[in-house]
């Protein structure tokens, strides 16, 4: 039936069918050989005619599963391979147009934030010096970084009140963690409350008494936050391995005014220097020493 059958995978799980049937009839086999032998010789030679083929036809199914096997791993790495040099050409291709887009993109964004720094930097500046002179009934200016991107937190808020019954220890009145540990005693004959329980395995019962709270449930207060300087960051060079601007560590406008002020593309090296090395062209020879010379 594998002649009739192209694909390898299907004709490797038809000769693992053909292979596990064989391997059933080879068990029907031996447990019907004793009645064989006991029925005659013409029935035990069918009975080991029917063997043998079974016992070739399993070792021959062995030998096609492995073969398929192998051509199959064999085809699945010529396949792999293949898929692997065609997502390289494409991340190639695709990899040259991406460094287009980042020289191209990366220079426009460059561009717009160093043209922000600038005027964050200058109005920081100009917030000070105004602030420095402010008359009483003026409040100081807040910075527009600030005002762009502090939190202002939130205040505690209220959403709810409750009454609630709770177990407390009747001796000093503190609250039960655990409500549900505590027994009921229910009331006495005179129909006073009799409190509650927790019965103690190694000490003596924790006596309970039921008192009224009032339960507020609220959002809790949240800080607000203040922003980083928006300088603070780093612009990497488009089209070299140099920063455009790194306010990483300035601290104060000025400092980024002059750092806006310096920054510069990156510049060519020029020449690359010519540094010069001797390597001897012959073996070198251990010269004689001088009393060797005088010995002769």
Same mark, same amino acid.
């Given at each position: 039936?594998?002649?009739?059958?192209?694909?390898?995978?299907?004709?490797?799980?038809?000769?693992?069918?053909?292979?596990?049937?064989?391997?059933?009839?080879?068990?029907d086999l031996e447990v019907?050989?004793?009645?064989?032998?006991?029925? #005659?010789?013409?029935a035990f030679a069918e009975?080991?005619?029917?063997?043998?083929?079974?016992?070739?036809?399993?070792?021959?199914?062995?030998?096609?599963?492995?073969?398929?096997?192998?051509?199959?791993?064999?085809?699945?790495?010529?396949?792999?391979?293949?898929?692997?040099?065609? +997502?390289?050409?494409?991340?190639?291709?695709?990899?040259?147009?991406?460094?287009?887009?980042?020289?191209?993109?990366?220079? $426009?964004?460059?561009?717009?934030?160093?043209?922000?720094?600038?005027?964050?930097?200058?109005?920081?500046?100009?917030?000070?010096?105004?602030?420095?002179?402010?008359?009483?009934?003026?409040?100081?200016?807040?910075?527009?970084?600030?005002?762009?991107?502090?939190?202002?937190?939130?205040?505690? $808020?209220?959403? #709810?009140?409750?009454? @609630?019954?709770?177990? @407390?220890?009747?001796?000093? #009145?503190?609250?039960?963690?655990?409500?549900?540990?505590?027994?009921?005693?229910?009331?006495?004959?005179?129909?006073?409350?009799? #409190?509650?329980?927790?019965?103690?395995?190694?000490?003596?019962?924790?006596?309970?008494?039921?008192?009224?709270?009032?339960?507020?449930?609220?959002?809790?207060?949240?800080?607000?936050?203040?922003?980083?300087?928006?300088?603070?960051? +780093?612009?990497?060079?488009?089209?070299?391995?140099?920063?455009?601007?790194?306010?990483?560590?300035?601290?104060?406008?000025?400092?980024?005014?002059?750092?806006?002020?310096?920054?510069?593309?990156?510049?060519?090296?020029?020449?690359?220097?010519?540094?010069?090395?001797? +390597?001897?062209?012959?073996?070198? @020879?251990? +010269?004689?020493?001088?009393?060797?010379?005088?010995?002769?």
């Amino acid at each position: 039936m594998l002649d009739v059958i192209h694909d390898r995978r299907a004709r490797l799980d038809q000769a693992r069918a053909d292979q596990a049937a064989n391997d059933a009839a080879l068990q029907d086999l031996e447990v019907s050989k004793s009645e064989a032998s006991k029925a #005659g010789r013409e029935a035990f030679a069918e009975w080991k005619e029917e063997f043998d083929w079974r016992a070739t036809e399993r070792e021959r199914l062995t030998v096609a599963i492995e073969a398929l096997r192998s051509e199959i791993v064999a085809e699945d790495s010529v396949e792999a391979e293949t898929a692997l040099r065609d +997502r390289h050409r494409r991340r190639h291709e695709e990899n040259a147009k991406l460094a287009d887009r980042i020289k191209s993109e990366l220079a $426009e964004l460059n561009a717009k934030a160093t043209a922000l720094l600038r005027d964050v930097a200058l109005a920081a500046l100009e917030d000070a010096e105004i602030n420095a002179k402010l008359p009483p009934d003026l409040e100081p200016l807040v910075s527009a970084n600030t005002l762009a991107r502090a939190y202002p937190g939130c205040a505690r $808020e209220e959403v #709810g009140r409750e009454q @609630v019954s709770l177990w @407390v220890r009747s001796d000093n #009145g503190s609250l039960i963690g655990d409500q549900a540990a505590v027994t009921d005693l229910g009331i006495d004959k005179t129909g006073k409350n009799r #409190g509650g329980v927790i019965e103690m395995r190694f000490s003596a019962p924790v006596y309970c008494r039921r008192m009224q709270f009032e339960q507020i449930s609220f959002h809790p207060e949240i800080a607000p936050e203040r922003p980083a300087p928006l300088w603070q960051m +780093r612009l990497l060079e488009a089209d070299s391995p140099a920063a455009a601007f790194d306010g990483t560590e300035l601290s104060h406008a000025r400092e980024v005014l002059k750092a806006l002020n310096r920054a510069t593309r990156f510049q060519d090296p020029g020449p690359r220097p010519v540094q010069k090395e001797l +390597r001897p062209l012959e073996p070198v @020879v251990k +010269r004689q020493s001088h009393d060797e010379w005088t010995d002769h």
